[in-house]
């Protein structure tokens, strides 16, 4: 049996715009339609997947503000057996050093039903809102745990974990001993749709709501005003332009390559 947690995140949806607030420059998550992150889906995923074949619980944590319940019951009607959430107002702002602070000091107090903590952390490689990677690395340092991350393939057994990353540089094999944290890229493996009967379970799982003083984690070390770095300034994108049309007299792929070299694409 192997205990899990899966970190969770809401997030814009790529479809629809997005765009800073005009006070202190952060991402206005209240302009655009809210969704779980597709790679925390495939984090999911490979959850359930793990506690099928070998059994144990999943659990998914996720910091945010009101709004993130949907995301958290969105990850329950997938099967994931409950939830924390961690929703205090002195997060708004917080980078990614402060969130994975935030989020090491919660994974510190989730307790399964057997009584003991998470043998697995699995999340997504980057959050489609912020790109930034780095979080699942920071809390594995927070907590002195080993981490794998950008997994495309991945097998929990004989207390280790063992996964495939995929670079540039090619394919590379990597192992640990539980507990470990991992995270996944979107070729891990294609998320389950939630049936019916999942989405009205998912109503009455237990969600657990955690502040900051619940987790013992000073106000003064997170929030936009103690973040690492501050942006100080935004430009709205300008409008988009029509492309310029080449017509084809015989000569339209010249006159393509002509444009590129004037553009330096080439």
Same mark, same amino acid.
């Given at each position: 049996m192997t205990n899990i947690v899966v970190l969770i995140k809401q997030v814009p949806d790529t479809w629809s715009e997005r765009k800073l607030s005009d006070g202190d420059f952060t991402l206005d998550r209240e302009a655009a339609d809210a969704v779980l992150d597709e790679i925390n889906e495939r984090a999911v995923e490979e959850a359930l997947l793990i506690k099928e074949r070998d059994g144990g619980e999943v659990i998914v944590l996720c910091a945010g503000p009101d709004r993130a319940t949907d995301a958290i019951r969105k990850a329950l009607s997938m099967g994931a057996d409950k939830a924390v959430h961690v929703n205090d107002?002195?997060?708004h702002g917080s980078d990614a050093v402060q969130t994975g602070w935030t989020l090491a000091a919660a994974l510190g107090q989730i307790s399964f039903e057997n009584g003991e903590a998470a043998d697995l952390v699995i999340a997504g490689n980057e959050a489609t809102d912020g790109r930034i990677g780095a979080v699942?690395? *920071?809390? /594995?340092?927070?907590?002195?745990?080993? &981490?794998?991350?950008? +997994?495309?393939? @991945?097998? %929990?057994e004989g207390g280790k974990v063992t996964g495939e990353r995929e670079t540039d540089e090619g394919v590379f094999g990597l192992e640990a001993?539980?507990?470990?944290?991992?995270?996944?890229?979107?070729?891990?493996?294609?998320?389950?749709?939630?049936?019916?009967?999942? *989405?009205? /379970?998912?109503?009455?799982?237990?969600? &657990?709501?955690?502040? +900051?003083?619940? @987790?013992? %984690?000073?106000?003064?070390?997170v929030g936009v005003a103690n973040a690492g770095t501050t942006v100080t300034g935004s430009t709205p994108k300008p409008p988009r332009t029509a492309g310029e049309r080449v017509s084809d007299e015989g000569d339209g792929g010249t006159k393509i390559a002509s444009y590129l070299v004037g553009q330096k694409i080439i």
């Amino acid at each position: 049996m192997t205990n899990i947690v899966v970190l969770i995140k809401q997030v814009p949806d790529t479809w629809s715009e997005r765009k800073l607030s005009d006070g202190d420059f952060t991402l206005d998550r209240e302009a655009a339609d809210a969704v779980l992150d597709e790679i925390n889906e495939r984090a999911v995923e490979e959850a359930l997947l793990i506690k099928e074949r070998d059994g144990g619980e999943v659990i998914v944590l996720c910091a945010g503000p009101d709004r993130a319940t949907d995301a958290i019951r969105k990850a329950l009607s997938m099967g994931a057996d409950k939830a924390v959430h961690v929703n205090d107002p002195a997060l708004h702002g917080s980078d990614a050093v402060q969130t994975g602070w935030t989020l090491a000091a919660a994974l510190g107090q989730i307790s399964f039903e057997n009584g003991e903590a998470a043998d697995l952390v699995i999340a997504g490689n980057e959050a489609t809102d912020g790109r930034i990677g780095a979080v699942p690395a *920071i809390i /594995a340092e927070y907590l002195g745990l080993p &981490q794998l991350t950008q +997994l495309r393939k @991945l097998t %929990v057994e004989g207390g280790k974990v063992t996964g495939e990353r995929e670079t540039d540089e090619g394919v590379f094999g990597l192992e640990a001993g539980l507990p470990a944290i991992v995270s996944v890229t979107e070729k891990i493996n294609e998320p389950r749709f939630p049936s019916f009967k999942g *989405i009205m /379970a998912a109503k009455k799982k237990e969600v &657990q709501v955690l502040t +900051l003083a619940d @987790l013992g %984690v000073d106000p003064e070390t997170v929030g936009v005003a103690n973040a690492g770095t501050t942006v100080t300034g935004s430009t709205p994108k300008p409008p988009r332009t029509a492309g310029e049309r080449v017509s084809d007299e015989g000569d339209g792929g010249t006159k393509i390559a002509s444009y590129l070299v004037g553009q330096k694409i080439i």
